[in-house]
């Protein structure tokens, strides 16, 4: 090997710790990047094969009763290539041994064989047999929670009436890769199930012989999407049809977009942040080199060796840096991409999902590290280069020191001579002092976000279902039904509370702008769910006009004072204007509330409930789930307590590893800029502090000289790494809102105080490793020798 | 311009100024100046007269600010970067108070670090076996005491059989009997190999063993001695 490669390699050695501390931070960027940017790759090509392999629709739409020979009119539309009509339901299961509800959606599978569209993808077992009344396939993740195989039995309740059903086949389906019951954010593989049945079979227990209620279409792909979904409405509107939707508003696939947009998103923060900080880490360590190497730069160029050898000779000390880090980034970020492919594959149900590196995203990794390294490092390197060797025979010309800040505003008696010196040692370079601060700041504000959303969810939950949302159970009734239904319900043992509530599907426009959306009628004097605002403070329900969640209020660009367009999509679907009397501040989902009697007598169909919501006594909420569960135009029941239950089952254990995870890479910056400042600190000035040593100084002294530097940079961190890290929640949250859910950005006192004794703790760990070196100080030795 | 065949570096009316932080420094007032093949000649003088940027611009490492200067008929006065590194590639050895060894590579690596880049070279180990250290040549610079690290450094030097070796207060940071072992390896280099050898020093003793004597003063050559009767390296003490 060549001498001066044996050259580049012995001075990595020397500097291995800090390099590694570098290369961390690269890794740790990288690592992030590839994850956040392969799993995206891997989840959208995933998502695409399993789409086109099993004939995923265009278009879903969901009506009342619609006779089935209304299905070739459908087939008519301009564009439509293939409709498959079917039987959409809801039903209750009971499993035996779980003592809680189980909601499914019961949905119809031609008797012919397989469906044309949306085909599910067969695990185990088999197809239903054509002609069986009693068979089903159910959805793999309530099969999985359950230990349930082919071969098994359960028990539905449909449309009131129990019947067994025989398990033969266990299925996936791209329509409901995210699979949640309607209404709810999280996945409850144990409570919500879906369940395919023969059509003939379906059509009985919902008595809807020759007629079907949900049907879904396959466009060309040259066809306009809204005109179909205009014609599909006209077509459905006089059989109840609740309008027509593309693949955008079909629920499972619009939370696999929203999970792809925040991988994106997070594919682009974190990497910048740490390859941000590796660029400014490398910049001082090369810069620090450089300058300490000036004599065999010297000697070197003396000898012959021409700019462009020594140049690359420091370039590549750099490459062999950030090549460690590249090499661990992307086993770091391959093993972490295929953990987060295990997470996705809980969460989304895919026959498969291979995590796969691309050539692309590989040269986008390496590419970014390099960048970070060029940005970094150029500039040192280049001075390598150009150092005229007559000039670097000679000591650098001296630094120039000045009273600090501190000093010439008069506070100098105050300061120790100790104190002077680091302060005007952080003074003389003021860009290398703020941007460490700076760093730091992003290591202090990593270590923030991570405890941000966990932070944010109690809040949700405590808005959400403790404040806004009081009661303990929730009915849905088969179809809206009198007054008369609540009533009874009251007398149930156990009860304390009844209120009923009436959905209806509208569209609501302003301007050009239109959203679907539930509008629910709530009582006025409700007290089981009750609105708020910002400050989660009750809005009442106003006798006239609607109240909508701040959300859909954007979308539609109105404001309270604003008149709003709705389209009734059931009955005698009217259209009327609504004045917007509040903005209501809601987490999860968007929507809608007016009046109970103003909606019914929009409605024109009497006094109407779709529903109830019941206050309880907590020892009678079991029986009272099974009355109800009894009862046949109860469609579903809901438990609060369940439900908060199942998010922080869901959600618990990827926050609390988010934070972890968190935790280390702000350690991982942290680390790297304060062990980093503290190395070049302690090379610029081993000789004053040997001298101070010399003079009579003890260690602790000679300590605070350099800890306390870093003790101030860390502190003077602190309050800018809270401002970045609200803002960087702020922008985490702000990318990720949706129609689907919300994040409140609200960080606690607790994260400030975790965020910053976490970065106190990281330093004192740099501190204590430095501090060894200070008490190896040959103090002799850096006396005799010229600098 | 017509030169003597055996002359080596012609040049007169050397000016040089530089700035040293905020300072402007005027190092040298118009130096004229002959070095003949084979020649040992000694620079002598205080420190500030002008010795080591005399040196660096013979050596290649620095240009003047006015007049002229050859090398053989190389114009080291108007050569640009790329030509002036050419030149100390094949043709200058140097030799530094304070070594300037690479920390990081052995006495072998630091001799073979001249040799990689050199047109003809003898091997490291036949450079240093010259200087006497071949037991030495797996040592780190930090594990050799001052005068083996100097010596390493003249190894450095000649390992690319320079036709003209630079040496800048070679012996100063040496004691005496370290010092003297330094010369004579000079010595049997410029004899044996004839290479034109420069030593800067503000030692007079060393002066002894040159053919020729330059005195510098305040950026000029103020006096010129040539000595009838060399010492021998080996009868210096100091």
């Not at chain 1, 959905?503 to 006025?524: C, F, K, T, Y």
Request: aromatic residues 8%; neutral net charge.
């Amino acid at each position: 090997m060549r001498a001066l490669h044996i050259k580049a390699l012995r001075d990595l050695w020397h500097l291995r710790s800090q390099a590694l501390a570098i290369a961390l931070v690269i890794a740790a960027g990288l690592a992030n990047l590839v994850m956040s940017r392969a799993t995206l790759e891997s989840l959208s090509e995933t998502r695409q094969r399993f789409y086109d392999d099993h004939a995923f629709a265009d278009v879903f739409a969901q009506a009342r009763r619609v006779p089935e020979p209304v299905a070739e009119r459908l087939r008519e539309i301009d564009g439509v290539q293939a409709v498959e009509t079917r039987l959409v339901a809801g039903a209750n299961l009971s499993v035996p041994g779980f003592d809680e509800p189980v909601r499914a959606l019961m949905v119809s599978l031609p008797d012919s064989g397989e469906p044309l569209l949306n085909r599910p993808y067969l695990r185990a077992g088999r197809l239903l047999a054509p002609g069986s009344e009693d068979e089903a396939v159910i959805s793999e993740a309530f099969a999985e929670a359950h230990g349930f195989a082919p071969g098994d039995t359960l028990s539905a309740t449909i449309y009131g009436r129990q019947r067994e059903l025989h398990i033969v086949g266990i299925a996936l389906s791209p329509e409901y890769v995210y699979q949640i019951q309607p209404g709810t954010v999280f996945p409850d593989f144990r409570r919500f199930a879906i369940v395919w049945m023969n059509r003939r079979a379906l059509e009985a227990a919902l008595d809807m012989d020759g007629a079907f209620n949900n049907v879904t279409l396959k466009l060309a792909a040259r066809a306009r999407g809204d005109a179909a979904i205009a014609a599909v409405d006209d077509v459905l509107a006089p059989y109840g049809g609740l309008g027509a939707y593309d693949r955008e508003d079909q629920v499972s696939n619009r939370f696999l977009s929203e999970e792809l947009r925040q991988l994106d998103t997070m594919a682009r923060i974190f990497p910048t942040i740490f390859l941000g900080v590796a660029a400014f880490l490398l910049n001082v360590v090369v810069s620090r080199l450089v300058g300490m190497q000036r004599d065999q730069i010297a000697i070197l160029k003396a000898f012959g060796y021409s700019n462009v050898a020594i140049g690359l000779h420091y370039a590549l000390l750099v490459a062999l840096i950030v090549g460690v880090g590249v090499v661990v980034g992307l086993l770091g970020g391959i093993r972490l991409g295929q953990w987060m492919a295990g997470v996705y594959q809980d969460f989304y149900r895919f026959p498969f999902l291979e995590f796969r590196m691309s050539g692309g995203v590989f040269l986008l990794g390496v590419g970014v590290s390099l960048l970070a390294a060029f940005v970094g490092t150029a500039h040192a390197v280049i001075a390598a280069a150009r150092l005229p060797p007559a000039e670097a025979m000679r000591p650098p010309a001296p630094e120039r020191y000045r009273p600090a800040l501190f000093e010439r505003i008069g506070l100098a008696r105050w300061l120790s001579q100790s104190t002077r010196m680091l302060l005007r040692n952080l003074e003389r370079r003021p860009w290398k002092s703020l941007l460490s601060v700076v760093g730091l700041a992003f290591a202090c504000a990593i270590m923030m976000v991570g405890r941000f959303q966990t932070d944010a969810i109690d809040y949700m939950i405590d808005a959400q279902f403790r404040i806004g949302q009081r009661n303990d159970l929730s009915a849905d009734f088969t179809e809206a039904t009198g007054p008369a239904a609540a009533h009874e319900l009251r007398a149930l043992p156990g009860v304390r509370q009844v209120e009923g509530y009436r959905n209806v599907p509208v569209i609501l426009r302003h301007g050009v702008r239109s959203e679907r959306n539930a509008l629910q009628g709530l009582a006025q004097d409700s007290v089981l769910k009750r609105p708020v605002d910002r400050d989660l403070r009750r809005v009442p329900i106003p006798a006239e006009g609607l109240l909508l969640t701040d959300y859909l209020a954007g979308q539609l660009g109105v404001g309270v004072g604003d008149v709003v367009e709705i389209d009734v999509l059931e009955g005698r679907r009217r259209s009327v204007q609504a004045l917007v009397a509040g903005v209501v501040n809601e987490y999860l989902g968007v929507n809608a509330y007016m009046d109970l009697d103003a909606l019914n007598r929009l409605l024109g169909d009497g006094e109407r409930l779709s529903g109830v919501l019941i206050a309880a006594d907590v020892e009678a909420e079991a029986d009272l789930f099974r009355e109800l569960e009894r009862r046949p135009r109860v469609a579903g029941v809901g438990v609060r307590r369940l439900a908060i239950q199942n998010f922080y089952e869901t959600l618990g254990e990827s926050m609390g590893v988010f934070t972890y995870v968190a935790l280390i890479l702000g350690g991982v910056i942290n680390f790297g800029v304060v062990y980093n400042a503290a190395r070049v600190s302690l090379s610029e000035r081993g000789r004053d502090l040997a001298s101070l040593r010399v003079l009579g100084f003890t260690r602790a002294e000679v300590s605070y000289v350099l800890v306390g530097e870093l003790v101030l940079l860390v502190l003077l961190s602190i309050p800018l790494g809270f401002v970045t890290g609200y803002m960087l929640s702020l922008y985490m949250a702000v990318s990720m809102q949706s129609e689907l859910f919300r994040i409140p950005v609200l960080v606690t006192a607790p994260t400030y105080g975790f965020a910053g004794l976490a970065m106190l703790a990281s330093t004192l760990v740099s501190a204590l490793i430095v501090q060894r070196r200070i008490g190896r100080l040959d103090l002799i030795g850096v006396l005799k020798t010229r600098e | 311009m017509a030169v003597p065949a055996d002359i080596v570096f012609h040049a007169r009316g050397l000016t040089k100024v530089y700035r040293m932080g905020e300072v402007e420094v005027q190092a040298l007032r118009g130096v004229d100046l002959q070095l003949r093949r084979g020649e040992f000649v000694v620079l002598l003088g205080p420190s500030g007269s002008g010795k080591s940027t005399l040196l660096n611009i013979l050596g290649g490492l620095d240009v003047p600010s006015a007049g002229e200067v050859y090398y053989e008929d190389h114009d080291l006065m108007r050569a640009d970067d790329r030509g002036l590194t050419a030149f100390r590639r094949d043709h200058v050895g140097f030799v530094f108070q304070f070594y300037n060894l690479i920390p990081s590579l052995t006495a072998r690596e630091n001799v073979a670090i001249v040799t990689e880049i050199a047109r003809d070279p003898m091997t490291p180990e036949q450079a240093l076996d010259l200087v006497g250290l071949t037991p030495r040549r797996d040592h780190f610079p930090a594990q050799l005491s001052g005068g083996e690290q100097q010596r390493i450094a003249i190894a450095r030097a000649i390992a690319k059989r320079p036709s003209v070796l630079l040496c800048d207060e070679p012996t100063g940071a040496l004691d005496s009997a370290t010092g003297v072992k330094v010369l004579e390896a000079l010595e049997r280099i410029n004899a044996e190999t004839g290479t034109t050898t420069v030593v800067i020093t503000h030692n007079a003793d060393i002066a002894s063993m040159a053919h020729r004597v330059l005195y510098l003063a305040d950026g000029r050559i103020v006096r010129e001695h040539v000595n009838a009767m060399r010492k021998r390296a080996a009868d210096l003490r100091w």
